[in-house]
Every structure is written in C-alpha cells, then in structure tokens.
C-alpha cells in the first residue's frame, strides 16, 4: 500500500470511529438503528477526509477539527437518504446495499435524515463549545448551512428532480452539479480551512481547488454511471439513463465529458501548487478522486 | 384588545417579518416557494412569541434574539411539512389549507422541510457572528439540535408513529408528548433564556415553566382534536381517534385530561412567580395556552 493510500485508510478508521461516537445512546430504538444503518453503510469518507487533509496540509494539529468532518458525513449521509427516497430517485439500491427505506420503511427513513441533519448541528454546537474559537465555529455553522441549503445542495437535488426527461445545457448542467455535489465538497475544504487557521490567501487557494474537483468528481459520477457494471458501483448502472437525466456523458458525451474532468484535475492540481506548504496530500487526494473506478 | 392581545399581536407581526427575511433569495423556485406556502400559513408563531417573552420578561434589549426565535419557527414549521407526509400522517389539511405535499408535491415538500431545518442553523451562525457572544449561540446550536433531535422531537414523532393502534400507559403517553411537542417549546423558553443573558437561577425556574405549560399545551391540543368542529380546527378533527392514536383524552379521559392540565398550568404560574422580575407576560401566555380554542 503506498503512503496515501496508508493515509486514507488510517483517517477513514479515526473518521468512522469518530462517527460511532456522534450517535445518539438514547431515544427510540427504529430511528437510531435506520441512522447507523446509513452511517455505517460503508462510504468513502470523501468529505471528512477532505477537511482532515486541508487540517494537515496545513500542519494544524488540534484533533476538534473531527467534529467539523463528521458533521459534514452526517449531512451526506442524511442527503443520500432522502434522495434515495420513493418519492424522490426512488433507488432500492445504495452502496451494495438495499436503501434506508427498504429496511427501515419510509417513514423512519425520513426522519433518520432529518435526525442525521439535526444531529450535524449539535455535533457543531459541541465543537463550538471545546474548540476554543466559538466565533471559528459559527462561521463554519454558517458555511455548512448554506452548502446544504437552497442555494446548495438541496437546491441542486430539485434541480436535478426537474431536469428529468429534458435537455438542458451544459450550463444548466454546471449550476446543476455546482450545488448538488460540489457546494458540500466545497464546504469540506472551506470549513477545513476556517477550522485549521488558514489565513485567507490560504482560503481563496483552497476554495477553487475544491470548486474545481468538486465538479470534476460529479463528471466521473456520471462516467461510471455511464460505463460501469453493476457489480463494480455497488448500486445499478445507468440509472441517470433510465430515467431520462441529463448527466456530463450525455450533455457533452463522454469524451469530452472525460477531457474536462482531466482539464479541471489539472487546474486544481495548478492551483493547491500555489499553497505556502506542501500540497502533496491534496494533489494525492485530486488524483483519487478523477481516477476512481466507483 | 387587551394589553396581552395586543402584545402578542404585535410580535406575531414581528416575527412574520423577520420570517420573510430568512428565506433565501436565491435557489429554485418549486422548493422556496413551497417554503414560504408552509411558514406563511398563518401559524400562532407560539414558539417565538415564547423566545420573546421571555427576553422581555428578563428586560433583555438586544434585538438580535429575534434569530433565535425564527430558527425556532423554521424547525417547527419543518417538522409539520414532514409530519404531514403521506409516509407519516399522511394529513390533507394543516391550518385550514391543504399540507404542502398536496400543493407541491412529495419531493419538493421532503425537500422544503430539509431546507428550512437547514435555514434555521444557518439563521443560528448568523446570529452568532452579530450577536457579540458566539459562545452564547453556540450554546444554543446545541440546545435547539438538541430539542429537535433523536431525544426530542423526532424521537417523539418516531414514539407517535408507533403507538398507532396500541394501547399506551400513561407515564408512556407523557414521555411520548414531552419528546414531541414539549421538547422544543422547552428549548423556546431555554434559548430565549440563554439569549437574554439569564442567571442559572432563572434559567431553572424558566425551565420548569416551560416544561410544565408544553405538557399542558400538549393536553389541550389532544382535547381539541377529540372535541371540536373542523371549522373551529382548521384540520380534521378526530383524527387520532381515526387512526387509532392514543392521546391524553384517550388514555386518561377528557375530564382528567383537562384537570392535569389545569394542574400543570397552575404548577407553572406558581414556579414561574418565583422570578425576580415581573411574569406577568409569561402567566398570560400559559393561560392563553390552555384556554386556547384552536
């Protein structure tokens, strides 16, 4: 195993421990076990990582910055959830597994997101309260918030519910994509930032790296999507095409789909080079994220 | 109009603007227009209106806890939106105006209530960066999540869901409503408290006010639905007794019902007396609370 690879599984451990320890030990015994069940469905780890990186990257070394990463978890957790809902994708599927709904019943699956969401606040709060920056702590509530929300990620989910069965444009797609997936990565090294001291050079730095793989990690969703097996993407393939979505392969086809994933890779990569310290892991981490096979 | 009358008419209209001040500008438009249907629906703002009292009751000046007091009323107004879900109560009707889902659909209604659980936090960072006490918001990040979490509101909504058909004991049925209902009210009196710079003496005095009157207005409430006209509701009447959910007429009797209630009106005055400052406006609420018609 080479040394970013040790790195990334050495923080998915500290990160799924951590997140062990942000559930609930009290109140009803359904919600708290659809809760788990999602949490521990086996994810990358992709947004907590992220802000542990920019943390270290940045040689900060206060361990409250794991707070800040897995409240951002909780919130993918609870996003995927929902969405995964009949009412919403309707998927049966996720991570190899059958969805929240499909085991816990619709019902608790709505409210194990809407506990998840709640609970990556209170895991704010807490942070807030022991980190010894209380106003770092609002500033990344703050930040988190509007990544998750309207103008983010649940505004880019509607977007995305709408965009069934039309044409849109490759800017239409952009914004699309911008809120769905890349506002919350977005967040994962913004808040990394605030939470590890950056100083706002840093921060500018580091917010258009994840701007860039944030976008470029949605166009290789929709390329494996697109050209995967069942078996290797753990949830059905061409599920965008089944359903009539418009995704980055079938806006621009996949080829240029696939050139402007390595275009955006490599501005990232030009950029995080900028960074007054060593940028080794984040250009490692851009480099996994473009050339995943699921 | 008396004084009371007055007063709570004039915060109502100050909170319904402040209201309108918080919901995003930006993002598309199915899911906050959807938004703004449910949080204008004309609701009693009872739990701002509470947040409020209690600042003023402290002869607190800061206008600032006017946030407190509106993330408060986005949670709540959230929490109808999902209960309301055909997966949950599956109710037509909320406030005399068909529920959300029925007027925009199961996805955007899902997302509209993620959106303003996710606005009142954002609503809460802001706060806490303008307020001049983060920690003080801190603070009460962690008591609303808190309230509205696995060991609170959802829990109770979870407990509500489960009791359909069963018979419940009494000491169950409180539990079930102080998790429901009371925990955020709780939390409106509590972060009203905190925000308003109370001693710990208040503040315990305070929250045995509110735990006593949330239990009572969780009482009525029950007795309203088990009594009066759809007219006089504006929501289906009888509903529990349809779906077979135990409530507080159900499990005690309506004539006990009301007399524990009256119980804990009384219990909350006598506590509430105990302030070293004038309670006048928060006796007035608990009695509105429990003379309420609708």
New interface residues.
Partial sequence: MNELDCYLDDKRNLVNQALKTCL?Q???T???EA?RYSLEAGGKRLRPILTLAVADTLNYKDNSVMDVACALELIHT?SLI?DD?P??DNSDLRRGKPTCHKVF????A??A???L???A??V???Y??NCG???K???I???M??A????GM??G???D??SEGKNISSSELETMSRMKTGALLKASVDCGAVAADATEAQKEILGEYAADIGTAFQIVDDLLDYESSEEELGKPVGSDRERFKPNYPSVLGPEKARQQAQMLYEQAINKVNELNCSPGLLVGLAEKMVNRKK
Same sequence: chains 1, 2.
């Fill in positions: 609930p009290k109140g009803p359904a919600v708290r809760m609870y929902h809902l009412a919403m019943g619709e019902a608790n709505v409210l997101g809407d506990a969401l709640t609970l606040f209170e704010l709060g807490r807030g309260l920056s209380a106003k702590a609002m500033q509530t703050c930040e918030a509007k998750a929300g309207v103008t649940i505004g989910q509607v977007l519910l709408e």
